[in-house]
């Protein structure tokens, strides 16, 4: 009987790539079953990829949010022009818009700042859940003392909707905490951008980015005190990003 | 000229070719984004009725975008041969279909000169992905560096051994773990984290002393700027392939900082150095749907009509390898795992047409409705088609640009599947070294890995 059994073509990793696999991240020295992937390597990607699918579809914790961010009447939560977390992903345009409602609200709000801080899902909920208070709980005590700081929620937005509620709000800078495209190796990993007298056409360009916020990635103080830098720079320059010829 | 088409009492009206050809275009989210897109099912089938009427005659005498002057449109009426044209010079859209089904490859490779982009996206929108797959099939183009790439009966591979910080230990270890699963004859091409001059020197070194270490009949390329790799060049770097993403209009390339005489430059200098030994096409193109459109480069045309007009750039050059980045630019151009599977068998298929090297990037990333499944599919498809080439990394995971491509494993498992083997040279070396059996099937490379290994760790000195 067990003469008749099919050969199993399962072939381990050989002792030189497992040595190896501290040099990298990279999904090295897997082994094979046949020539295809085992099945914990299959498991392994799958959840990754089931943790990242999670994140992108990840519900944005306004209430907490709210709580945790409270200093007055701020902040305030607006949304884009986005009505549906699948219009989100294929109109990239009106996530840059504020919606009618929210655009008008910001326009009769006698709120006034200097920094309008902006914290918006972006492509991950989680990581703004997850990074957004502590980061500006870090970030406070590194800003110059005399300057007003707003705060506003935004839901289903983009980068450049950040500068259209700063624009409404006439702040003169405006910080946009966002969710990044999670990936199979962080589903929270959160962004940074810092724009100088934001303006409706702001080219991508004229920002200053600061990504992969997150445990395990760039961390909390260390961002704070990259982006109170890179505000202060901007401040001295009268612009941010970079510059043109 | 407007075209209109009639079902019933509903008149349907197209204003321009341009129109007619968005209109037509299988539903995709970049059409939608960019307002072309058919506003109906009813409309999309009027349009393609409408199309399968127009006289391939009518894509010369009716300029795509008259009111722009561009380079490409310049290049792609230069390019047109009318004694090429001349078998197919009667035929209407819906007919030039039916002959690419019942025509040889040679018959069909004939005619590689006479059509446009234009023919070439028009066609393809009224052909089933069955369709895309057996007459691409039928279509071989074959080019040669150090490896012959297209040959029948082959699948190469790009070996794609990225690193977040380009860590030379970290990309050693990366390719070595592709050649254990034969990947890496259509060449170890790197992107690389930075534009500096001196990074894309470095890599481009170590990628040379890879080859040079374990006598690898492949060519190696790092995907910095064209203007990098000149630079380069200049500097005396083993550059191999000289890398560049094209798109199908001048604006659109002018976004990628590239125009054709930029392109020309960078052939030269790297056909001067006469690296290739079985052959010197030396060019490597990346391409997309959306590209153009991202930077509002695409005239009101759609963005696979847009992605043809780069092979039109592509085959003015001696190309080793192009492929399209079919799923990275993400769901706002190419939404779900059906619409990143129909452009990338678009892509290869109006590649082969105008006689480009077609391989395939069979890619998505995680805020696309796709996942391994749909690029198994589009995988196995793509191999019936005759692809050239595909793109691997270590457990499918690209860990430097964050998007999901194949696993080395998938083109080993591939090719066990469908019988195909690498690139000659390249197969030569895997079985010399026991990497592949007499079977042709991936062993796991336990002896080879012994001296291969020993010597791995150099490249971290």
Redesign the interface.
Known sequence: MSDDRPVL?R????D??T??KR??????????A????PTQ?VLR?SL??AR??DA?SSAFEVSALSRALKDGAWPLVVESAVTSREEY?????LGRLLSGTSQTRLLQSALRCDLCLVVADG?SALAVNRNAVPLIEALRPCLPAGLTVGTVLLRNGRVAAGDRIALALKAQAVLTLIGE?????AADSLGAYVTWHPRADTRDAERYCVSNIRTGGMDISAAATLIATLLERSRLAGRSGVALV | MSYSHIFGTTRWHFEDLRMLLARAAPHR?GD??AGLAARSAEERIAAQYCLADVPLKAFLADALMPEVADEVSDLIAAQHASDAFAPVASLTVGAFREWLLGADGPAIAAVAWGLTPDMVAAVSKLMRNADLISVARKINVVRAFRTTVGLPGTIAARNQ?N??TD?P??IA??A??GL??GSGDAVIGVNPATDSVSDYIRTTRLLDELRLTYDLPVQSCVLGHVTTAIEAINLGAPVDLVFQSIAGSQSANAGFGVSLSILREAQDAARALGRGTVGQDAMYFETGQGAALSSNGHHGVDQQTMEVRAYAVARAFDCLLVNTVVGFIG??YL?DGKQIIRAGLEDHFCGKLLGVPMGCDVCY???AEA??NDMDLLLHSLANAGVNFVIT?????D?ML?Y?SL?H?DL??L??TLGLTPAPEFAAWLAQHDILDRAG??????TW??G???K?LEF?A
């Open positions: 073509r072939v381990l990793t050989a030189v790539m040595n190896l040099f990298t991240d990279a999904r090295i020295g897997l082994g094979q046949g020539s295809g992937l390597a990607f990754d990829h990242a699918r992108i992903l294929t109109r990239p345009d492509l495209r999670p990936g199979l190796s | 989210s939608v984004l051994p690193h977040p860590d230990l970290g270890i990366s070595v773990d254990i699963y769901p706002e939404y990333t995680n805020h996942d391994q990394v270590p457990g499918a995971d860990v964050n999901q696993a494993h080993a498992q090719r066990e099937r991936v062993t796991g490379a336990q890995l012994q291969a290994g020993a791995l971290g």
